[in-house]
């Protein structure tokens, strides 16, 4: 974009959904039930896999890891729409708006890592299982989700200093509930183009890479178990992965609803944003603990002996 009309921008202003001072009450009502559900539900996942040793083993330190990530990736929009809504005021600051594109990067980078990771976990438990003990050794679940971690971090502090770079023009206008990176970038009056490959580049990678790592484990998995050759096994073995995979699909499910969305900054475009960014890690605890009696027991017992010692 040819420079003109530059300025030193201070703040943006945020639409987020409606206008329409009538339904911001109903809006406030429905994101804090649904941010204060999300947190709530990772907590006692957490909780449950802290409170109970035999939930000590790699799926579970990956799945706390999960929903510490899907607190903090919601945590990074929600609160802020709330104030606003609350406040009625639509801005945010510089400041405020790069460090929450860096956060909102970092724990959605987190959530994609940390699935293609516990599918891998699933892979070596099913199709290796004599070996799983071995391999999925503590030092190599921590060095695991290390490295998630650093290439997250990374990434998100290159995205975040480069738009640092960028020179805006007197249009700060995001029509969304966040500042989402794209759009920020068509506000600016400087050029871009680096920041738009390195866009490219990671979100396919991030789409990509991870994707083929989960759909090659499953592959794997499925082959093994159609292997085995009573019912009753095949059942066993499929559930120790049916929550992952319920996971996955909702995951990459509304993410592709939101990058398949011509225009983000629409109605459609946000509500495919509310489904990723709330409404997954809302319902990753359920599919969780509905579907996992170790969950199920292990918050029993840590909620009872809560409610003991009240």
Not at 29 to 36: A, D, E, W, Y
Not at 74 to 91: A, D, E, F
Not at 127 to 142: A, E, K, Q, T, W
Not at 276 to 297: E, G, H, K, Q, W
């Amino acid at each position: 974009m040819e420079p003109g009309n530059q300025t030193s921008v201070s703040e943006f202003l945020l639409l987020g959904f409606s206008q329409d001072s009538e339904q911001q009450p109903i809006l406030f009502g429905l994101f804090l039930s649904m941010f204060v559900v999300t947190v709530l539900g990772n907590l006692l996942i957490i909780l449950a896999v802290i409170s109970d040793s035999h939930l000590h083993t790699p799926m579970y330190f990956f799945l706390s890891n999960l929903s510490f990530a899907d607190i903090c990736f919601t945590s990074t929009t929600i609160p802020k729409m709330l104030v606003n809504i609350q406040t009625q005021r639509k801005s945010i600051t510089f400041a405020g708006c790069i460090t929450q594109m860096y956060f909102f990067m970092v724990f959605g980078s987190m959530d994609t890592f940390l699935l293609t990771v516990m599918a891998y976990d699933r892979l070596v438990a099913i199709c290796h299982p004599l070996h799983y003990s071995v391999i999925m050794n503590p030092r190599l679940c921590g060095l695991l989700a290390l490295v998630s971690w650093l290439i997250s971090l990374t990434y998100s502090l290159i995205q975040s200093l480069l738009m640092l770079r960028l020179s805006f023009c007197t249009n700060w206008v995001i029509q969304h509930f966040y500042c989402e990176l794209a759009q920020a970038l068509t506000l600016a009056c400087s050029d871009t183009l680096i920041n738009y490959i390195l866009l490219y580049m990671v979100t396919g990678f991030l789409g990509i890479v991870p994707f083929s790592g989960i759909l090659f484990s499953y592959t794997q998995i499925v082959s093994s178990i159609l292997r085995i050759p009573s019912a009753n096994g095949k059942c066993k073995a499929f559930s120790t992965c049916a929550s992952h995979l319920s996971v996955v699909s909702l995951f990459y499910g509304t993410g592709l609803g939101v990058y398949l969305s011509t225009d983000s900054s629409s109605w459609r475009g946000m509500v495919a944003s509310v489904m990723y960014t709330v409404v997954t890690p809302m319902l990753n605890p359920f599919i969780y603990s509905l579907r996992n009696r170790d969950i199920r027991r292990a918050l029993q017992k840590a909620l009872g002996r809560t409610l003991y010692v009240q």
